[in-house]
């Protein structure tokens, strides 16, 4: 009995560290896409035309949301190692390369969203759109760099384990967006009616006030003080850049694998008439917001794992790691139960259509079926960053979700006559595999090698490196 206390409180004092951490990461991610919620209610109360165009520019953009986000989650795991390492005076060596990093990225998203005719074309948007789309595209194309530079602050926040400014500046930009948004896109103020333009140029200049209000809470609040942020700038050191790239890159492409796989099933939903793709998108809406919940919680995995890391704590690893994953299954079940026991409430808050409400419940309860392996790929992903392992959950993910997902799904929707539900079936299959890989990648990680810090020459070439050795502890 006495030799299981210790264990209980280990294991209670994680719970609740992960739960701190957690809560203002959930609140950040649901600010963010309540944002794309105020963009798509300004624009269809100003007309079913620019309702199309800012849908359309909208999924082009997310494209380039993920792939800056996923670049700059190099930095929350390289943070938190060093911050348990004791090693908090190197943070700063880091940051100054996030930072050029963020910002080449940034200038290289601004390019290519500012290009994107052919994806245009490839989608296959209707000539009276396709000028609108453009318009979208070339103003909101300004914010890349504010983008990328936000989350190379979020992360040095959150390797900290100082999660609630992102939640902060996350929800203050939702205030912020209702107003402007209103204005440039109705036309207020003097201000001529901008539709689709407006949008972007409100989301953009959201973008820049988030991520310079960002830098001046970094720069002023005590928190952040002996870190060596600002006492004198880096300049660009590309063997560290690299360093950063070699963790960031992986985890862009497994994002992008992801989204470009709801992507590619919306665009092939869309060839199955206006009430298939109705009920899709308000299934897919309430997945994507019950998704924010265990992507919050495994942002915070990350840091708890990266924490260990850092103090070269197997066990601490395994505890955080588990922990996450175990909580994350609680919030899935609620989640779960809510889609499977109540989808037609669910369905009926979005459209009185009988037709389309009867297809979104068995989609939702499609959803429903698939929160827990969701919950599973996803924490375990988050415990595999914290160890700065990302290649491998990288080709895991391109698997899972393009050998498996999409032809399951291709070959049940259209071989079997199931439609739409087909390719959500291809979901359930394509997340499935994947939680289960990336669960046992995490395992075998967690019982079978022990981490310590190595210094690879310089401050940010420090990493976590597994020791092929058995764990006793």
């Given at each position: 009995?006495?030799?299981?206390?210790?264990?209980?409180?280990?294991?209670?004092?994680?719970?609740?560290?992960?739960?701190?951490?957690?809560?203002?990461?959930?609140?950040?991610?649901?600010?963010?896409?309540?944002?794309?919620?105020?963009?798509?209610?300004l624009a269809g109360h100003v007309s079913a035309h620019v309702l199309g165009a800012v849908a359309v520019g909208a999924s082009i953009w997310s494209l380039a949301i993920v792939s800056g986000i996923g670049m700059m989650m190099a930095v929350p795991p390289s943070v938190a190692q060093l911050d348990g390492a004791g090693r908090r005076a190197e943070v700063g060596a880091v940051f100054h390369q996030a930072l050029w990093l963020a910002?080449?990225?940034?200038?290289?998203?601004?390019?290519?969203?500012?290009?994107?005719?052919?994806?245009i074309d490839l989608i296959g948007v209707t000539p009276s759109l396709r000028d609108e789309v453009q318009r979208f595209l070339l103003a909101i194309s300004?914010?890349?760099?504010?983008?990328?530079?936000y989350f190379a602050?979020?992360?040095?926040?959150?390797g900290l384990s100082l999660t609630r400014p992102s939640m902060y500046f996350s929800l203050g930009g939702l205030v912020l967006l209702v107003p402007l948004g209103y204005v440039l896109m109705f036309g207020k103020l003097g201000i001529p009616p901008q539709g689709a333009h407006g949008c972007g140029v409100a989301t953009a200049t959201v973008l820049w006030l988030e991520m310079l209000a960002f830098g001046f809470y970094v720069l002023r609040h005590r928190n952040y003080r002996g870190l060596g942020l600002f006492d004198h700038f880096e300049r660009p050191h590309l063997r560290r850049i690299g360093a950063l790239i070699h963790i960031g890159l992986p985890m862009a492409v497994s994002l992008l694998a992801e989204a470009g796989l709801f992507v590619a099933t919306a665009l092939?939903?869309?060839?199955?008439?206006?009430?298939?793709?109705?009920?899709?998108?308000?299934?897919?809406?309430?997945?994507?917001?019950?998704f924010m919940i265990p992507l919050g919680l495994a942002m915070a995995i990350t840091v708890r794992v990266g924490n260990?890391?850092?103090?070269?704590?197997?066990?601490?690893?395994?505890?955080?790691?588990?922990?996450?994953?175990?909580?994350?299954?609680?919030t899935q079940l609620f989640s779960a139960g809510l889609m499977l026991t109540l989808p037609h409430y669910i369905a009926a808050l979005y459209t009185n259509d009988p037709k389309v409400i009867a297809l979104a419940m068995q989609l939702i309860m499609l959803a429903g079926l698939f929160q827990f392996s969701d919950g599973i790929q996803v924490a375990s992903n988050g415990a595999l960053r914290g160890l700065k392992d990302t290649r491998i959950p990288m080709a895991i993910t391109l698997f899972a979700y393009w050998i498996i997902g999409m032809p399951?799904?291709?070959?049940?929707?259209?071989?079997?006559?199931?439609?739409?539900?087909?390719?959500?079936?291809?979901?359930?299959?394509?997340?499935?595999?994947?939680?289960?890989?990336?669960?046992?990648?995490?395992?075998?990680?967690?019982?079978?090698?022990?981490?310590?810090?190595?210094?690879?020459g310089g401050p940010t070439g420090y990493a976590a490196t597994l020791t092929s050795v058995e764990e006793r502890a």
């Open positions: 009995m006495k030799s299981f206390r210790p264990e209980r409180a280990r294991l209670l004092h994680e719970v609740r560290a992960t739960v701190h951490l957690a809560l203002p990461l959930i609140a950040a991610q649901l600010a963010a896409i309540g944002s794309n919620v105020i963009d798509a209610l910002l080449g990225m940034g200038v290289l998203l601004w390019f290519a969203v500012r290009h994107a005719a052919p994806l300004w914010g890349a760099p504010a983008l990328t530079c602050l979020r992360g040095l926040s959150e092939i939903i869309a060839t199955l008439g206006e009430d298939v793709i109705a009920s899709h998108q308000v299934a897919l809406n309430i997945a994507s917001l019950f260990a890391v850092g103090r070269g704590d197997a066990r601490g690893v395994r505890y955080a790691g588990f922990c996450g994953i175990g909580l994350t299954l609680v399951v799904g291709w070959w049940l929707a259209f071989h079997h006559g199931l439609g739409a539900r087909g390719m959500w079936m291809g979901l359930i299959a394509g997340l499935s595999v994947a939680a289960v890989m990336l669960l046992t990648r995490f395992w075998r990680s967690a019982w079978k090698q022990r981490w310590r810090v190595h210094d690879h």
